[in-house]
C-alpha cells in the first residue's frame, strides 16, 4: 500500500480530473462537494488550468458548455439544489452533443434541504435531468478509489460518447477519506474536428448548436443520439455482484447504501442466511441483466437507498416484477444502518419470497 | 481485527486532525483504512466528530454508529455515545473537562486529564494528541517511526518543527 | 472597380430578418470588423436566444449557440479556452443580456472577461412577437404591455451602459445607433474599436446598438428610425460610458 495516499472522496475526484487532463474548472459553492472547487482553485494556477468560481451554478454550467465547445477537458461539480440549476445546461449539452463530466454531491432534499448525504437525485440522473429526451451516464462510485477511478473514466466516456458523464456520490462518499492509488488508467483522448476553436480560414464554419427548427430533423437528431445510447446499454454496463453464486435474497444498493449493505450481509450470512448484493455502478445504463439473472435463484429483492425509493423503480423493471423488491431506506440525510438492513434479510428469509 | 474509534469533541479541538493521524497511522501499518467527519454548521464551534476504522479486512460501511473505542473530549460527548459502546470496548476522555465518571461497568475506561497536561507541558492546544497518544499504545502499537511517519503526513512539510512536540505531546499521553 | 463588396467573414446567404430590421447592418459591421483586422479564421461568435438566434449560421466563423442569456458564461469559457488565440464575440438582444441573462452579462463585465459583447437594443422581444422588454420605454405599448408600459406596475427601463459604468471591471463601453448613415459609421468605429481591444487584451468591451424593430413596433420602417431619434435615444443617450484606457468614465454627451 506503499504508493497509496489518504484522501478525501471529493478530494480524489479532483485530482484524478487534473490526471485525466482536465485543466478547467467552473464551479459555486456549496456544501458538501466545496473541497473540490477549493482543491481546484489551489491547483489549476500551477499547472496552467483555469479554476473560476462562476457567479452561479447556470453560468459555471454554461462555461462548461463553452470549453466543451472548444473540444478540451471540463468540468463543474455541485451538490443536489445546485445540480437542479445546472439542469438547462445539462439538456443543452446533451443537445450539442458535447461531452463534460458533472459531479453530484448529494444531499438530502427537496428544495434547499439539508446538508448531510442523500441519494434522492438518482430519478434527477438516471431519467435525464430536465428538459428532453436525453441522457447522461451516471456513475455511482462507493469508495474513495472509485471517485478516482470514476472520474477518469468518466472523461473518457464522456468524449468516446459525446455527452456528459455525471459522477452521482453522496456527502459521506465526498467527505470520507480513504487510501488511493492515483495510478489511473487514462486513454488518450479523441480526435475532436466538430470542436470551434476557429476556421484558420481553413474549414467551413463549426456550429455548435441544440436548435433544431424543423421536426423532421430534430427527429432524427433525437433517433441517431438514441441508437448511441442503445450502445452505450451495451458496452459500458458496470456492477459489482458481492456473495452471489448462492444467494437466495438479494440487496440492490449504490455508493454508501451499499457499503452499509455489506455490514449487513456479513452479519446475515454468519447466521445461515444466503444473501448477496448487486451494485450498480453505472446507474445509467442500468445493470438490468444481472437482476433479470438473479431472478433465477433469488426470492427476495431488497432496495437500500437514501431516498424515498427511487432506484427501486429500475430493479423491478429490470427484474421484470418476477420476484418482490422491498424497499429499505431512510432520507432527508440519514443513513440506514447495518441493523435496519438485517431486519429487512431476516424478515424476506422468513417469508421465503411469499408476499 | 477492526478497531471502530469514534472520536468526539467540540470544534477547535482538534477532533477531525486526531482522527486523521490515527488514520495515517493505520496507513503506515497497512490497515484497511476510512475516516469519516461529522460535517456541516456543528463544526463551527459546536461538537464535532469523526468515525476511523482500522481493519485487516476490507472496510464496509464507514459509518461508525457503535464503536468499540470511543474518545470523548468533552462533556456532551460522552453523554450521547458512552451508551453506543460495544460491550468490551473502551473509552478513553478528557478527565480534566468531563467531572462525571463513566457508568458503564462492562467496557474499559481511560480517564486522561488531557487538557490539564497539556497546559502543564506548555502545549495547550495538543490536548487531542496527548489523548490520542494513549489510544494508540492501548489499541495499537506505538513506536517512535511509525508515530513519527504518520505525523509527516498530517503535518505539512512548513511545519516541520511541530513534529517533534506533537510526537512529545503524544508520548505524555502513552506515559500517562 | 470593386465599390461594394459583402464582408468575407459573412455568409453569402438570404437572411430570415424581417424589413426594415437593422440586424443585417449590425452583422455587417460585425463582419467588416473581423475582415479588417484579419480576425475571422480565431473568431468564435457565441448566438443568442431571440431575433438573432439564427446568427450562427449567418458568419462564417466557428459558431456556438448558446442558452437563453448564457452566452457571456459561453463566452468565458471559450476565452479561457485558449485565451491568447480566441476572439470571442457575444451576439445578444436586450431580452438576453438585460433580463434573463442580466447575472452573466454583470459578472462577466466585472471580471473584465477579454471578450466583446454586441448589445441590440430594440427595446421589444421580437421572436417571441413583441413583447415587453427589460429596455421597453416606460408608456411603450408591447404585446404584454397594452395600456403602455406603466412604471408604477412593472419598474423602469435598465440603461445598460450606466450601469456597467459603475462597475470597476469593464474596459470599454459605447452606446451608438444604427438609424442613420453617420450613426451607422460611428457604431462601426466602435464596434472595431471592442474587438481591438481584445486583441490587445484590454478585456470586457461592450458596444450597446440602439436599433429599431418594425414589425413589432407596428411601424414602417421609415417611422421606426424616427422613433429611434425621437424617443429611444433621448432615454438611452449615446456616447462612450467608459473607456479605461482613456480615462472616461460615464462620459456621455449628455
Not at chain 1, 433479470?292 to 433469488?298: D, I, P, S
Amino acid at each position: 500500500m506503499a504508493d497509496k495516499v489518504l484522501m478525501k472522496g471529493n478530494e480524489a475526484i479532483a485530482e484524478a480530473a487534473i490526471i485525466a487532463g482536465c485543466r478547467h474548472y467552473f464551479g459555486y459553492p456549496i456544501t458538501p462537494q466545496t473541497e473540490i472547487a477549493a482543491y481546484m482553485a489551489k491547483r489549476m494556477p500551477k499547472i496552467g488550468g483555469c479554476f473560476l468560481q462562476a457567479e452561479s451554478e447556470i453560468a459555471a454550467i454554461n462555461m462548461v458548455y463553452g470549453v466543451a465547445s472548444c473540444g478540451l477537458r471540463v468540468m463543474t461539480s455541485s451538490s443536489s439544489p445546485g445540480i437542479s440549476l445546472k439542469g438547462e445546461g445539462l439538456s443543452y449539452l446533451a443537445g450539442a452533443d458535447l461531452p463534460s463530466l458533472v459531479v453530484n454531491v448529494q444531499r438530502g432534499g427537496p428544495g434547499l434541504g439539508g446538508i448531510q448525504p442523500s441519494q434522492s437525485d438518482y430519478f434527477q440522473a438516471t431519467k435525464g435531468g430536465a428538459h428532453g429526451d436525453f441522457h447522461m451516464i451516471v456513475l455511482a462510485p462507493a469508495s474513495v478509489q472509485e471517485m478516482a477511478d470514476l472520474t477518469v473514466h468518466g472523461f473518457d466516456l464522456a468524449d468516446k460518447y459525446r455527452m456528459t458523464s455525471m459522477i452521482l456520490a453522496d456527502g459521506t462518499m465526498g467527505q470520507m477519506m480513504e487510501p488511493v492509488s492515483l495510478d489511473l488508467n487514462v486513454k488518450p483522448m479523441p480526435e475532436k474536428p466538430w470542436a470551434t476553436t476557429g476556421t484558420k480560414l481553413e474549414r467551413f464554419h463549426n456550429i455548435t448548436n441544440s436548435l433544431s427548427l424543423v421536426p423532421e430533423e430534430l427527429e432524427e437528431l433525437n433517433f441517431k443520439r438514441y441508437q448511441r445510447y442503445a450502445e452505450i446499454e451495451k458496452n459500458e454496463v458496470m456492477y459489482e455482484e458481492y456473495m452471489m453464486e448462492d444467494a437466495e435474497i438479494c440487496i440492490a444498493a449504490f455508493g454508501i447504501a451499499s457499503r452499509v449493505a455489506k455490514n449487513a450481509i456479513v452479519e446475515a450470512r454468519a447466521q445461515g442466511i444466503k444473501v448477496g448484493l448487486i451494485r450498480p455502478i453505472t446507474l445509467w445504463p442500468f445493470p438490468k441483466a444481472p437482476f433479470l439473472k438473479a431472478t433465477e435463484k433469488v426470492h427476495t429483492f431488497i432496495s437500500v437507498e437514501l431516498s424515498m425509493g427511487q432506484m427501486i423503480e429500475d430493479v423491478r423493471l429490470a427484474t421484470e416484477c418476477r420476484r418482490p423488491v422491498t424497499l429499505v431506506n431512510r432520507a432527508g440525510g440519514m443513513i440506514p444502518s447495518p441493523e435496519q438492513i438485517l431486519e429487512a434479510i431476516k424478515n424476506a428469509h422468513k417469508n421465503g419470497g411469499a408476499n | 481485527m477492526t478497531n471502530k474509534y469514534l472520536f468526539a469533541g467540540f470544534g477547535g479541538q482538534g477532533i477531525l486532525f486526531a482522527g486523521k493521524l490515527l488514520a495515517y497511522k493505520g496507513l503506515t501499518d497497512e490497515k484497511q483504512v476510512s475516516w469519516l467527519p461529522s460535517y456541516g454548521p456543528e463544526m463551527r464551534g459546536g461538537t464535532a466528530s469523526c468515525s476511523v476504522i482500522l481493519s485487516d479486512s476490507p472496510v464496509g460501511s464507514p459509518i461508525v454508529s457503535n464503536p468499540n473505542i470511543l474518545i470523548a473530549m468533552n462533556l456532551p460527548s460522552l453523554d450521547k455515545y458512552e451508551d453506543t459502546v460495544e460491550a468490551g470496548g473502551m473509552i478513553f476522555y478528557d478527565s480534566s473537562l468531563i467531572e462525571r465518571e463513566v457508568k458503564r461497568d462492562d467496557v474499559k475506561v481511560f480517564p486522561i486529564p488531557a487538557t490539564k497536561l497539556a497546559e502543564e507541558n506548555g502545549t495547550p492546544t495538543l490536548a487531542n494528541m496527548i489523548i490520542v497518544g494513549k489510544v494508540l499504545a492501548e489499541t495499537g502499537d506505538f513506536t517512535d517511526e511509525s508515530v513519527m511517519a504518520a505525523l509527516k503526513k498530517v503535518i505539512s512539510a512548513k511545519r516541520a518543527d511541530m513534529l517533534d512536540v506533537n510526537l512529545n505531546a503524544m508520548k505524555l499521553g502513552r506515559d500517562f | 472597380m470593386v465599390v461594394f463588396d459583402k464582408p468575407h467573414a459573412l455568409a453569402d446567404l438570404p437572411m430570415h430578418y424581417c424589413p426594415g430590421c437593422t440586424h443585417g447592418i449590425i452583422h455587417r459591421l460585425v463582419a467588416e470588423c473581423l475582415d479588417e483586422l484579419g480576425i475571422e479564421g480565431q473568431t468564435i461568435g457565441i448566438a443568442p436566444v431571440g431575433c438573432s438566434v439564427l446568427a450562427y449560421n449567418y458568419f462564417n466563423c466557428d459558431m456556438i449557440e448558446a442558452a437563453h442569456g448564457r452566452a457571456p458564461a459561453i463566452a468565458t469559457g471559450v476565452k479561457r479556452a485558449d485565451p491568447d488565440n480566441h476572439i470571442v464575440f457575444t451576439y445578444q438582444g436586450d431580452g438576453d443580456l438585460a433580463s434573463i441573462g442580466m447575472a452573466e452579462t454583470v459578472h462577466a463585465a466585472a471580471r473584465n472577461e477579454n471578450i466583446t459583447v454586441i448589445f441590440v437594443n430594440n427595446a421589444i422581444y421580437g421572436m417571441t412577437g413583441g413583447q415587453m422588454a427589460p429596455t421597453s420605454l416606460p408608456g411603450q405599448v408591447t404585446q404584454t404591455s397594452p395600456y403602455g408600459r406603466d412604471t408604477n406596475h412593472c419598474g423602469f427601463p435598465i440603461k445598460v451602459c450606466e450601469m456597467l459604468s459603475e462597475l470597476d471591471g469593464p474596459e470599454y463601453l459605447e452606446r451608438v445607433a444604427v438609424n442613420n448613415v453617420k450613426n451607422v459609421k460611428a457604431a462601426k468605429k466602435a464596434i472595431k474599436k471592442a474587438f481591438e481591444n481584445q486583441i490587445n487584451k484590454k478585456g470586457f468591451s461592450l458596444i450597446e446598438v440602439v436599433s429599431s424593430c418594425p414589425t413589432n413596433w407596428g411601424m414602417t420602417p421609415q417611422k421606426a428610425l424616427e422613433w429611434v431619434e425621437e424617443k429611444m435615444i433621448p432615454y438611452y443617450p449615446l456616447g462612450v460610458y467608459k473607456d479605461r484606457t482613456a480615462g472616461i468614465v460615464k462620459g456621455a454627451d449628455k
